[in-house]
């Protein structure tokens, strides 16, 4: 069973325009989110990440919302550039405890920005 | 600063046969992970290590060995390799579990024929 899912598999934006990449959880221990960037043939790089104590962070042209109710988080990107086309991964992260840093990975959207 | 380093970034083995994915990091950090990654499944955790010295299993472990030899260096074994094995494979570090936002290699390309 997949406790976090990005249920589409790819976006088409236009350039300047904005992209809205979305996440559902399931498991409702997870307190802490993140979102990666992936270009192929590299490893994934931190993007953002947000509290479960917060709803919103904010960094540049990025912004994670958190909606805990509904398990959902999203990414908006504005405005969207060529370069940002990617794989995006939302991860999700367990109280401090026992969860020693562990993510768990949702499948990954591909962003593509059209000039 | 290098970062996270992994070595070899692309290799094919055949079923059966053994190697050991090394993994080191130059930021001090403590705690360091193996997850893979297969086509439409995002990123597995198979082995990690919370501090020197301590090593747990995660979500993908079967098939699979880990030494955390010291602070820097994490390694990953195939004992004998199969097939299903075939993934692209990523170390990555924390510095402790109150920042999870953990650093990547750039990752090992690995066929089991």
């Known amino acids: 069973d997949q406790q976090v899912k990005q249920n589409s598999p790819s976006l088409s934006v236009q350039e300047g325009r904005i992209s809205i990449l979305n996440c559902d959880y399931t498991?409702?221990?997870?307190?802490?989110f993140l979102w990666y960037k992936k270009y192929p043939a590299e490893g994934p790089t931190f993007l953002i990440s947000?509290?479960?104590?917060?709803d919103k962070n904010e960094d540049g042209r990025f912004t994670v919302f958190l909606n805990k109710s509904a398990k959902h988080l999203s990414l908006h990107i504005v405005p969207s550039q060529p370069g940002d086309s990617a794989v995006y991964f939302c991860a999700a992260s367990g109280a401090g405890g026992t969860s020693y840093g562990k993510l768990t990975f949702g499948q990954g959207t591909i962003l593509t920005v059209h000039p | 600063n290098a970062g996270v380093t992994q070595t070899p970034k692309f290799q094919v083995l055949k079923t059966g046969q053994s190697m050991t994915l090394q993994c080191a990091q130059d930021m001090n950090h403590n705690s360091m992970y193996w997850y893979r990654q297969d086509p439409g499944m995002g990123l597995r955790l198979i082995y990690y290590?919370?501090?020197?010295?301590?090593?747990d299993k995660g979500e993908v472990p079967n098939g699979y060995n880990v030494s955390r030899l010291n602070k820097r260096e994490f390694s990953l074994r195939l004992e004998s390799a199969a097939p299903s094995q075939t993934s692209v494979y990523f170390c990555?570090?924390?510095?402790?579990?109150?920042?999870?936002?953990?650093?990547f290699g750039q990752g090992t390309r690995l066929t089991v024929v």
């Open positions: 947000i509290s479960s104590i917060k």
């Open positions: 990555a570090s924390i510095p402790g579990r109150w920042a999870p936002e953990a650093f």
């Open positions: 290590s919370a501090s020197e010295g301590t090593t």
């Open positions: 498991n409702s221990m997870f307190d802490y």
